[in-house]
């Protein structure tokens, strides 16, 4: 049985489109006909697994939770999110997931069979929730927390809009001053029987230097980080080696551990909410972090709390993000709310990681600024000059 993707009309004459099962295309024509809807197009549906970004992830969640509330089932829920007008990406995913669950699967194991992207996180909090039987909650718990996440990108994209807007500017007036305005005023220096003096022809040399420089250093580092990319690809160990020396780099590595702290604190709090056992809670809180090296640590970390060692001791000892998170997890535990405790932990690191991304933006945006224009000052006083003292002997 295939699936396929139809667009066509109503008997009515109103457009209709949406996913139909079918033996092949012509069975899938037959059966749109016999349901009175002639398609002017069926196509089969892509195998290849579509990943579903953050933000189509929480959506998909919050309609979840808002049919299962409203009393629907849950393959009746997942029906209707595949009929017409649905997300092509989305339907694509949730087609083999709602089939599954007909096998008798459990949701989560179907989401994670289907590739949709999610995390290992999210499915554990899923399978919680359908042991518990509060999969609506556990839904809105997972949308809150994605859209939290993407947020915080979001905001972070939008300020480097102008400091990446400046410095694309100063390329192209660097590539215009050196390309066409030194050429040309050479060229008309020339003519009138003049060279540019040793002073601008040092300026302009040092000018054309700094750019191919610059160039350079640019696709030397791409270059080095595309090669680096695909060593870590191959080899978890060098994958694991960089991550650790990305958190003692200085200024950076602060950076890192803060954002792996709040995506920590916060998936921690999802799953405890969600009823996870907590050293379950640990290992997947640690692969949420993205850096391998943390992953390891926290896992050591959850082995010494499942020795019985409180879970605030055991994560004092992961160093890159215990400073953010100790102190509100023993409140937790003492107050018997460690799931809210890690929230507020999660928040805070959340804000201090934004403010130093901020700052360091706003530092980068006068910084070109500055570079720029002293680069332009530069070759247009050793262009100017000469034409300066060419038009005052003429005159």
């Given at each position: 049985?295939?699936?396929?993707?139809?667009?066509?009309?109503?008997?009515?004459?109103?457009?209709?489109?949406g996913y139909i099962e079918a033996e092949s295309a012509k069975l899938a024509l037959r059966a749109l006909a016999a349901e009175g809807v002639?398609?002017?197009?069926?196509?089969?549906?892509?195998?290849?697994?579509?990943?579903?970004?953050?933000?189509?992830?929480?959506?998909?969640?919050?309609?979840?939770?808002?049919?299962?509330?409203?009393?629907?089932?849950l393959e009746h829920a997942l029906s209707l999110l595949i009929g017409e007008g649905a997300n092509r990406d989305t339907a694509s995913i949730l087609m083999p997931v709602r089939d599954a669950l007909r096998e008798g699967q459990s949701l989560a194991a179907a989401l994670k069979a289907a590739d949709s992207g999610m995390a290992d996180f999210e499915t554990a909090a899923i399978a919680a929730a359908e042991r518990t039987?509060?999969?609506?909650?556990?839904?809105m718990q997972l949308a809150e927390h994605l859209e939290t996440s993407d947020e915080a990108l979001e905001r972070l994209r939008s300020a480097a809009i102008y400091p990446t807007f400046v410095l694309l500017l100063g390329i192209g007036v660097a590539v215009l001053l050196l390309g066409v305005l030194v050429p040309r005023a050479q060229a008309a220096l020339a003519a009138g029987g003049m060279t540019l003096p040793a002073a601008s022809l040092l300026v302009v040399r040092g000018a054309r230097l700094a750019a191919l420089l610059g160039a350079a250093a640019v696709l030397l580092l791409g270059a080095t980080g595309v090669a680096v990319?695909?060593?870590c690809q191959r080899d978890p160990e060098r994958r694991r080696g960089l991550h650790r020396r990305l958190l003692q780099l200085p200024g950076i590595g602060r950076l890192v551990a803060r954002l792996a702290a709040a995506r920590f604190a916060s998936t921690l709090a999802v799953l405890s909410k969600a009823d996870v056992p907590l050293v379950d809670g640990l290992v997947l809180a640690g692969q949420a972090t993205g850096n391998l090296y943390l992953?390891?640590?926290?896992?050591?970390?959850?082995?010494?709390?499942?020795?019985?060692?409180?879970?605030?001791?055991?994560?004092?000892?992961?160093?890159?993000?215990?400073?953010?998170?100790?102190?509100?997890?023993?409140?937790g535990e003492a107050g018997g709310c460690l799931d809210a405790m890690l929230l507020v932990a999660a928040q805070r690191a959340q804000s201090g990681w934004e403010k130093a991304m901020s700052r360091l933006l706003t530092l980068f945006e006068p910084l070109v600024l500055v570079c720029v224009g002293l680069f332009v000052l530069a070759v247009a006083l050793a262009v100017l000059l000469p034409v300066t003292s060419l038009t005052r002997a003429i005159g």
């Open positions: 049985m295939a699936t396929f993707r139809y667009r066509g009309y109503s008997a009515e004459g109103t457009r209709r489109q002639f398609a002017e197009q069926v196509t089969p549906v892509s195998s290849r697994g579509e990943k579903l970004r953050k933000s189509r992830r929480a959506a998909l969640y919050r309609e979840l939770a808002a049919l299962l509330e409203a009393g629907l089932t039987a509060s999969l609506p909650r556990m839904f990319s695909a060593l992953k390891e640590r926290v896992a050591e970390a959850a082995e010494e709390v499942r020795q019985g060692e409180a879970p605030s001791q055991a994560v004092e000892r992961v160093k890159a993000i215990s400073p953010w998170l100790t102190e509100w997890m023993r409140v």
